[in-house]
Each structure stands twice: as structure tokens, then as C-alpha cells.
């Protein structure tokens, strides 16, 4: 079973700041928080990823809480492309013995 | 520039026959994997390789086969496909210890009549 839980689906206006929420109250010590999204039909695309601290990137932002249980991707002027599956993932980020495991992710529709 | 490339990008086989679906990378990768996606599951891991002449089991193996003789290519074999094997199917690559560096191809997507 997947290690992280969010919401199946979420809408937001073109142009405001799309806030996604990802629930993972047992992520241990060495787990870091990975993002992915996937646009309608590709292949999943590599976001962001954090440990501790706040991340941001040319995409997006992740703000991760103190307790480690819960993180929030940002997409600061959501586009209309940027309407994809958003996927949360826990793993480890040391040496080649892991693997993601993949939830269902959260269908964000940025409208018009 | 560097790439995955799956193909072919859409196949419809007859159940009990032999199917491979074809995974080439120019990037360099170490890792390679293969993963089924379906609608209500997420993407699910078959098979699996750390380098050249290693490969692993995923969560959902059985039924499928993969060889690695080489960096660049990870052939998946169905040996006798099922219905149930009906689904998209993704590549994807990364080099060693590096989560953040997989890097996806553009899917096959499979159906068995």
C-alpha cells in the first residue's frame, strides 16, 4: 500500500496558486517526500523532492511541516498545462534498494 | 540529447502469444524499470535492473520476463499474454541512488484480445 495519502481531486482557477496536500504520518527519519505529475497519457514527470526543509524549484514549490507528517506542493500561477495527476511519494533517496510505490495521486483541473 | 524511447507506442495481441515490449535509454542509466498502469491502481513495478545481467522481481512479476545484457536496453516479455495484461505499460530510468532522476517513456499502451 501506498505510504502517502491525498485527495483524489482538486480544482483551481488559471493564473492562482494551486496548493496540493499530501498526508504521510509514517514516513520514518530517512524517508524523503518525492513529486511527480502526469500529464494525460505521458509518462510521469519528476517535480521536487525535500527531506526537512523547504524546497523550491523553476516548477514548484514544497513546503514540508515539522513534524515531517505533512507536506504541501505549490504550483504558484497555475496553468491550464499544468492540469496533470500530482503524485506524492515517501522513499528513501540512499543506494539502489527501494522502490516507489505509487498511490493514485490527486487530478488537479486548472480551468480557465 | 538523451532519451527513453518505448516501442511500439500501441499493440493489440491475441491471448497465449508471445509479446516483447521494446525500452532503450541513451542516457547512461544503471537502473531501469518497468511498470503497468490500470485505472484504480496506480503505476504498479514488474520488473526491475540495477546494471548489466542483474534483474529483480517487482510487486506484480508474474507473467513477465525481462534480460538486461546490455546499459541501454530492458526488453519486457509476456510469455503468454492474458487479458488481464491488458494495460499501459512505462519505462523508466535513473542513474544510481538517485529517486529524483527517473525519467519516464512515453508508454505502450497493450491490449490482448
Known amino acids: 500500500d501506498a505510504k502517502t495519502t491525498q485527495p483524489p481531486s482538486m480544482d483551481c482557477a488559471e493564473g492562482r496558486a494551486a496548493n496540493l496536500p499530501c498526508n504521510h504520518s509514517t514516513i520514518s527519519g530517512n524517508e524523503y517526500v518525492y513529486w511527480y505529475r502526469q500529464i494525460h497519457s505521458q509518462g510521469p514527470q519528476y517535480i521536487i523532492h525535500g527531506l526537512k526543509n523547504n524546497e523550491t524549484n523553476e516548477m514548484a514549490s514544497l513546503i514540508i511541516t515539522e513534524d515531517r507528517k505533512s507536506s504541501t506542493l505549490i504550483l504558484p500561477h497555475a496553468t491550464l498545462r499544468d492540469t496533470a495527476v500530482y503524485y506524492c511519494?515517501?522513499?528513501?533517496?540512499?543506494?539502489?534498494?527501494?522502490?516507489?510505490?505509487w498511490g493514485l495521486g490527486t487530478s488537479l483541473a486548472v480551468n480557465p | 540529447d538523451a532519451e527513453i524511447t518505448q516501442s511500439p507506442r500501441h499493440k493489440i495481441t491475441e491471448t497465449g502469444r508471445q509479446v516483447t515490449l521494446a525500452c532503450h535509454q541513451t542516457?547512461?542509466?544503471?537502473?531501469m524499470f518497468w511498470y503497468r498502469q490500470d485505472l484504480g491502481h496506480g503505476l504498479r513495478l514488474i520488473h526491475y535492473?540495477?546494471?548489466?545481467?542483474?534483474?529483480n522481481k517487482g510487486e506484480v512479476s508474474d507473467g513477465y520476463s525481462v534480460s538486461r545484457s546490455n546499459t541501454e536496453d530492458l526488453p519486457l516479455t509476456l510469455e503468454s499474454a492474458a487479458s488481464s495484461q491488458t494495460s499501459v505499460y512505462f519505462c523508466?530510468?535513473?542513474?544510481?541512488?538517485?529517486?529524483?532522476?527517473?525519467?519516464f517513456g512515453s508508454g505502450t499502451r497493450l491490449t490482448v484480445v
Open positions: 523508466a530510468s535513473s542513474a544510481s541512488g538517485q529517486l529524483y532522476g527517473y525519467t
Open positions: 542516457w547512461n542509466h544503471n537502473n
Open positions: 511519494i515517501v522513499s528513501e533517496n540512499a543506494g539502489n534498494n527501494r522502490k516507489l510505490i
Open positions: 535492473s540495477y546494471g548489466v545481467q542483474d534483474t
